[in-house]
């Protein structure tokens, strides 16, 4: 049986011309979906003909939450969430001044590689319909009693890499009947799967787009992105460049900063003189430091001089502030951990 959050406006109005109903209908199931309901009985508006045909075709599934956990530090929540086939995923709400954002998962699990992410670290297990990455806000919204307005599409998995199902929660989450979030306020993550951020350029939508580039040349990011493999430096920047050039939005680079391995002043000087007259912003991100393997974070002092390099060559740069340090915050670590204690 099909779950209801999978359903777009236009698949659910395909759904009731195929069974005869009236596809104003679909509008009106829509409205409610978001409101708290857990069944079709609920809905006032439609005819008890049609819940019960409703019903016997879809159901209402959310995944459960195993673990939740709060900062103390800055009440960041990272939730731990179990999917019907029992995989499990995780997603985090961040609060601040302007709202709250959340951090969602895409796949279970990630395939891209990168060595300095714990999603990654088993592989991808499979794709998460676009239903399943939009419980994510409901159980949140459920959970915090407060609405979410800002998304990032950064947690575990890569959005291009299921760009279907990311492409229809896209839609709803941006809708008036679903979310009604504007697409400014929501930010896509990606290692570089050009022909996917060229697919995303032509629909012209407004998301940010946010590279993880994190070396600046092809040897250096094979050496920490298997992706680099694939595609270059140029061709990504060369796909970048098609994304500003068709969105009018200026593209965000995330460089993870690596002590000892990218983060040099000479590191720096190359980022810039590599981004040079581009519409773009530098996501400055000290690394996360994980068990599986070496990578130390850069000290604060040397990000600062890192940022001021790139300040002075005309480059906006911003350190991003760490969120939920002391409930590893970071996509994948709950995940792993947890399956690790399970065994």
């Not at 590599?274 to 130390?296: A, D, Q, R, S, T």
């Amino acid at each position: 049986m099909e779950n209801i959050y999978d359903l777009t406006l236009n698949d659910l109005k395909l759904w009731m011309k195929d069974n005869k109903e009236s596809e104003f209908r679909a509008k009106q199931v829509m409205d409610w979906l978001y409101k708290g309901i857990n069944s079709f009985n609920e809905m006032k508006n439609i005819p008890k003909s049609l819940a019960e045909k409703l019903e016997d075709n879809f159901k209402f599934y959310l995944p459960k939450v195993v673990h939740e956990y709060t900062s103390k530090a800055d009440g960041t929540k990272k939730i731990l969430l179990a999917l019907e086939d029992n995989n499990l995923i995780e997603c985090v709400i961040m609060k601040y001044k302007h709202g709250n954002s959340i951090c969602v998962s895409t796949q279970v699990g990630c395939r891209m590689g990168c060595k300095f992410c714990a999603s990654t670290l088993d592989g991808r297990v499979r794709n998460l319909s676009n239903g399943e990455i939009l419980s994510q806000l409901i159980v949140a919204e459920n959970l915090t009693k407060e609405r979410i307005s800002n998304i990032v599409l950064m947690g575990s998995g890569e959005p291009l890499d299921n760009y279907d199902n990311v492409v229809k929660f896209l839609e709803i989450v941006n809708a008036t009947y679903g979310f009604n979030i504007g697409q400014r306020h929501i930010t896509l993550s990606t290692c570089g799967i050009v022909p996917k951020i060229k697919d995303l350029a032509d629909r012209k939508m407004q998301i940010t787009l946010a590279l993880s580039l994190h070396a600046t040349t092809d040897e250096r990011r094979k050496s920490i992105m298997p992706i680099a493999n694939k595609y270059s430096l140029k061709e990504i920047l060369e796909a970048c460049r098609y994304y500003i050039d068709k969105t009018g939005r200026r593209v965000t680079f995330e460089y993870a900063l690596v002590k000892g391995v990218n983060d040099s002043l000479e590191d720096a000087r190359d980022l810039a003189r590599l981004l040079k007259g581009m519409l773009c912003h530098v996501n400055l991100i000290p690394v996360n430091e994980i068990k599986e393997n070496h990578f130390k974070k850069t000290e604060a002092e040397e990000v600062k001089a890192f940022s001021k390099v790139l300040n002075d060559y005309g480059i906006e740069a911003t350190v991003r502030r760490e969120m939920g340090s002391d409930i590893n915050a970071a996509c994948g670590q709950l995940r792993r951990s947890y399956i690790e204690t399970q065994k």
